[in-house]
Nanobody, 125 residues
């Protein structure tokens, strides 16, 4: 089992920045990749970014490329999402997720085995 806890959400004005953090505990040694997803009211959960746990290779949704940066601290077992130039359409609950199986479809939420409880990010215009 892997337990994930997110933090860092809040209210920010458009153009501002927020940094989300996810702390992993439990059996993290088998983790292959960790990702961030988001879900806005009335919408499906969508991929934001992911990073391979060992190699640190990053993947991004087109909508956040150039604005968001995912990083991980292997020793501290944390994955952060730095979000810059925020837009109102970035408003959502952001979830951290972990997957222990090697996959090429890192953007598919059904590939992930473990999820955090989510943290709200609200971007005002």
């Amino acid at each position: 089992q892997v337990h994930l806890v997110e933090s860092g959400g809040g209210l920010v004005q458009a153009g501002g920045s927020v940094r989300l953090s996810c702390v992993a505990s439990g059996r993290t040694s088998g983790t292959y990749i960790m990702g961030w997803f988001r879900q806005a009211p009335g919408k499906e959960r969508e991929f934001v970014a992911a990073i391979t746990w060992s190699a640190g290779n990053g993947y991004y949704a087109d909508s956040v490329k150039g604005r968001f940066t995912i990083s991980r601290d292997y020793a501290k077992r944390t994955v952060d999402l730095q979000m810059n130039s925020l837009k109102p359409e970035d408003t959502a609950v952001y979830y951290c997720a972990a997957d222990s199986v090697v996959t090429t479809t890192v953007s598919n939420p059904t590939e992930y085995d473990y999820w955090g409880q989510g943290t709200q990010v609200t971007v005002s215009s």
